[in-house]
């Protein structure tokens, strides 16, 4: 009997290795159809979701209440799968090159927990190769099996967008890929049973680890060239928001807005290609240049708000702002990979302290990564200068009045960096608007 037979028969398990923001809602979905384990090193995720409770927001915490996932700490749990399913993070050192330890400590604990007859697929995004040249060794060395006898192998990027409801795992058409086509099928079959838009089966496992890469890449360099329009246009006094707004109107313009670039995924997969790249010679133009113009943003939004304060005649250093959004991206509590701490690194320079409040973020992992102390939105005032940092749905229900609550005596200084305010509007009551 195949072994997708016998995960539908529930005669096996799956295991899903990694119970983040991407692994969470895969564990979920697929526990609806198959047995599964959810695995993860940190002791006291495990235990908020034993408990009912979703900390990352992606699936909710009725739906973890409410699911057969048999969650665990204990990696001998993932003996009695035969379907694993690899979804940690793969970051980039501060030298921007990738740290593949997340990756390889997964191999190591699986490795050493793998039954014979395994099909092992990997999520991780990673440059072309790593699946084939860095983890097979690691799971054969640990297992003692020997890979595309008594394992097989494959690779199916993660697609899923953190804080978004629209386009989640069954939404998003898949990509697989198997080590054989006996092991690809086996992996488009499993995973069909969850994705409702399909799967796309690649012609190799380096042909799907390469598409994920470049499909951050790509919007990486869009998002680069918004925001170097924004520096030009700024500098001309021209609003770069009226500008995309007239030029998309033309049917084949792409409609991408300029913004600080975080999380684990844009802001870090080309790294990743490039590293590839250099290995073979070819160093990267566009692609490096492009990730120079966005690692900067945060530096010249901070810029922007001492010129800003200058022109108000307000006194730089010891002037106070509060940046309104912590996290990589709206609606999400995730704060890793946060291009705000950028501006508040800069600011700092100026000899401004900024405030931080962020109703959405996760405060203990905030003060864990970077020593910062969120204040309640209820208790700001007094400020000289306003920075509207992230796109929560919270936020954009404010209006004047709420902002005027912020601010003390003089100019108002607004900084709009997602562009969610009516400029014109602003700029009417008396603010000294900015944006991107």
Known sequence: MELYEKLLEKKEKLSLIGLGYVGMPIAIAFAKKVDVIGFDVNK??????????????????????????????DETELQKARFHIVAVPTPVKTDHTPDLTPIEGASVIL?????????????????PGVTEEVCIPILERESGMNCGVDFKIGYSPERINPGDKVHRLET???????????????IARVYELVVEA?????????????????????????????????????????DTQAVLRAAATKWNFLSFYPGLVGGHCIGVDPYYLTYKAEMFGYHSQI?????????????????????????????????????LGFTFKENCPDTRNTKIIDIVEELLEYGITPLIADPEADANEAEKLYGIKFIDVESIKDMDAVILAVAHEAF???????FNKFYGKGDKVLLDIK???????????GYSYWRL
């Open 44 to 73: 006291e995720k495990i235990e908020l979701y034993k408990s009912g409770i979703d900390p990352t927001k992606e699936v909710g915490d009725e739906a973890v209440k409410a699911t057969s996932v048999r969650f665990t700490a």
């Open 111 to 127: 490795g050493r927990n793998l039954s014979r007859g395994s099909v092992v697929v990997f999520e991780s995004t990673v440059y």
């Open 172 to 186: 998003i058409k898949k990509i697989v890929s198997g080590m054989d086509n006996e092991t690809l099928d086996t």
């Open 198 to 238: 399909g799967v796309h089966r690649a012609e190799s496992i380096k042909v799907a680890e390469a598409a994920k890469v470049i499909e951050n890449s790509q919007r990486d360099i869009n998002i680069a060239f918004m925001n170097e329009l924004s520096i030009i246009f700024n500098k001309m006094n021209i």
């Open 287 to 323: 692609i490096l240049s492009g990730r120079r113009i966005n690692d900067d943003m945060g530096k010249y939004v901070a810029e922007n708000c001492v010129k800003k304060l200058i022109d108000a005649n307000k006194s730089v250093k010891g002037a106070k702002v509060v940046i």
């Open 396 to 402: 954009k229900k404010y209006g004047e009045e709420d």
């Open 419 to 429: 562009g969610i305010l009516n400029r014109q509007k602003y700029e009417n009551a």
